[in-house]
């Protein structure tokens, strides 16, 4: 496990790897929406569109994540 730095306070994530998969875990801590810019999310290895796999929705790696308050977002952001 991997601690990264999510630019927000309010936001504490990190990555898990095992065999060829690595997850990006974000949890909000706040009662409201937070951000993770995307600069961040780069910097944790967010390429391309990204898969939750928490909701099977797939998030745009080209804007700010935005997380609702007391929410949870697992990214796949293993390599293709």
Same mark, same amino acid.
């Given at each position: 496990?991997e601690?990264? #730095?999510?630019?927000n306070?309010? =936001? /504490?994530? @990190?990555?898990?790897? /095992?065999?060829?998969?690595?997850?990006?875990?974000? #949890?909000? /801590? %706040?009662e &409201? &929406? &937070?951000?993770?810019g995307v600069?961040? =999310?780069?910097?944790?290895?967010v390429k391309?569109d990204?898969?939750? +796999? +928490?909701?099977?929705e797939i +998030?745009?790696?080209?804007?700010?994540?935005l +997380?609702?308050? @007391?929410q949870?977002?697992?990214?796949?952001? %293993?390599?293709?």
């Open positions: 496990m601690v990264i #730095n999510t630019g306070p309010h =936001l /504490f994530g @990190y990555i898990r790897a /095992f065999n060829h998969q690595r997850l990006l875990i974000v #949890n909000n /801590f %706040s &409201q &929406q &937070q951000l993770m600069a961040h =999310l780069r910097d944790c290895g391309g990204v898969v939750n +796999l +928490l909701k099977d +998030l745009s790696s080209g804007s700010d994540m +997380l609702h308050d @007391y949870a977002i697992w990214l796949d952001i %293993s390599a293709p």
